[in-house]
């Protein structure tokens, strides 16, 4: 039986300084005991096995565009994927203060050393501007597993991007590495580095995030996951125009379960607008879990 947890905290989850800060977290569901709440902020994972954490934050702004930011980190250092932008700030009905909220997520492995390892949620205001703060935290990490109960060692794997890069209409997103790559079913193509291949007759759950910079007011950049370069509606996704210029990005998450085919299977993040979009961060999670 793999361990699994999720934490999470409501009403006020701590204030982010300028240089960033850990959310506050406590205990909801535990299973198992390879993840445990360790303080306040700091969760620990059993080492060498696998994990998929999903999250999801909502943060208090001073004012409505602003955008904040989250990652999580492993034993002080970032992991590759796991950064995400917010929606800009809005106040919803039934509020008077605005809000805003990001998720994200990422299939990783911990090392030998150190036992356990940290990981921790960070969230990190606009820059420069104070007064943000986590207002709810939700956490969600599974020791990943297959059917006859052995640790995944062969199954699954995460890619990212940074930096700016122009993204053609209808053509897929760039990855610079697979950062994570367990087995040999899943690939990152090394020569264009813009797909995926995956082994035939299986069931997948990819998940991905982007941020987006649409370099134009009322713009919302939509992305999906293309198999064998058939469009999955399920796994559409679009980002929140932007509300001026002075908010320069924008992000977006979604996923998708789905099954392969006989013979190879190809796996794409297409950008679906009309336009040429600059696309600053993606990340692409992938597991197979049939």
């Given at each position: 039986?793999?361990s699994s947890?999720?934490?999470?905290?409501s009403?006020?989850?701590?204030?982010i300084p300028?240089n960033?800060s850990p959310a506050?977290l406590t205990?909801?569901?535990?299973n198992?005991s390879?993840?445990?709440?360790?303080g306040?902020?700091n969760i620990?994972?059993?080492?060498?096995?696998s994990?998929?954490?999903?999250?999801?934050?909502?943060?208090?702004?001073?004012?409505?565009?602003?955008v904040a930011?989250a990652q999580?980190t492993?034993?002080?250092s970032?992991?590759?994927?796991?950064?995400?932008?917010?929606?800009?700030?809005t106040i919803?009905p039934?509020l008077?203060t605005?809000?805003s909220?990001?998720?994200g997520g990422v299939?990783?492995?911990?090392p030998?050393?150190?036992n356990?390892?940290?990981?921790?949620?960070i969230?990190f205001?606009?820059?420069?501007?104070?007064?943000i703060?986590?207002?709810?935290?939700?956490?969600r990490?599974?020791?990943?597993?297959n059917?006859s109960?052995?640790?995944v060692?062969n199954?699954n794997?995460?890619?990212?991007?940074f930096?700016?890069?122009?993204?053609?209409?209808?053509q897929?997103?760039?990855?610079?590495e697979?950062?994570?790559?367990n087995?040999?079913g899943?690939?990152?193509?090394p020569?264009?580095?813009?797909?995926?291949?995956?082994?035939?007759?299986?069931t997948?759950?990819?998940?991905?995030?982007?941020i987006?910079?649409?370099?134009?007011l009322?713009?919302t950049?939509?992305?999906?996951?293309a198999?064998?370069d058939?469009?999955?509606?399920q796994s559409?996704a679009g980002t929140?125009?932007?509300?001026?210029?002075?908010s320069e990005?924008t992000g977006a998450?979604?996923?998708?379960?789905f099954?392969?085919?006989?013979g190879?299977?190809t796996?794409?993040?297409?950008?679906?607008n009309?336009?040429t979009i600059k696309?600053v961060?993606?990340?692409l999670n992938i597991?197979?879990i049939?």
């Open positions: 039986m793999s947890a999720d934490f999470g905290c009403g006020g989850c701590g204030s300028i960033g506050i205990t909801l569901v535990q198992g390879s993840i445990q709440l360790q306040f902020s620990t994972l059993a080492a060498g096995l994990y998929l954490i999903e999250y999801n934050a909502q943060f208090s702004m001073p004012v409505i565009g602003q930011s999580l492993l034993n002080g970032i992991i590759p994927g796991s950064q995400t932008l917010s929606f800009p700030a919803p039934g008077n605005p809000v909220t990001v998720s299939v990783f492995n911990t030998a050393t150190p356990p390892s940290i990981v921790q949620l969230g205001p606009p820059a420069g501007i104070p007064g703060n986590f207002s709810t935290v939700n956490i990490i599974v020791e990943l597993e059917a109960g052995s640790a060692t199954n794997a995460a890619m990212y991007g930096g700016y890069q122009d993204v053609g209409s209808n897929p997103v760039a990855f610079i697979a950062n994570v790559v087995g040999s899943i690939q990152l193509d020569a264009t580095r813009t797909f995926v291949t995956l082994a035939p007759n299986s997948y759950y990819a998940s991905y995030s982007i987006a910079c649409p370099e134009a009322g713009v950049v939509r992305v999906l996951l198999l064998n058939i469009p999955m509606y559409l929140t125009a932007i509300p001026d210029l002075n990005f998450s979604g996923s998708a379960v099954n392969t085919g006989p190879t299977n796996l794409e993040l297409i950008n679906t009309v336009n696309f961060s993606v990340a597991m197979q049939g």
